[in-house]
Nanobody
């Protein structure tokens, strides 16, 4: 399977910035798309941003203009640059990747362990 390891969460004041990273590892795998989701207490997990293998991006309306997703294919890593953070951005952020793995190209959909982002007012 494909493992995802996230880093970069923390506590920041409103208006500040954070950069999340997510590195993928495994054997014989390819990635279709990678993305970031978040889940705040008492709320459902929601898509924050996603990026395809071709570089196309998709953002939640609430983060457009503030967050930027990017990927380094050589390092098999996806980043989320978060600027102008607001208290409502507080959540656990999860990395997601999907694609194919193994000689039989079985599909996979993997999640990271999550990283806490807390924005104080």
């Amino acid at each position: 399977q494909v493992q995802l390891v996230e880093s970069g969460g923390g506590l920041v004041q409103a208006g500040g910035s954070l950069r999340l990273s997510c590195a993928a590892s495994g054997r014989l795998f390819s990635i279709n798309s990678m993305g970031w989701y978040r889940q705040a207490p008492g709320k459902q997990r929601e898509l924050v941003a996603a990026i395809s293998s071709g570089g196309s991006t998709n953002y939640a309306d609430s983060v457009k203009g503030r967050f930027t997703i990017s990927r380094d294919n050589a390092k098999i890593t996806v980043y989320l640059q978060m600027n102008s953070l607001k208290p409502e951005d507080t959540a656990v952020y999860y990395c997601n990747a999907n694609g194919w793995v193994g000689t039989r190209r079985s599909s996979y959909d993997s999640w990271g362990q999550g990283t806490q982002v807390t924005v104080s007012s």
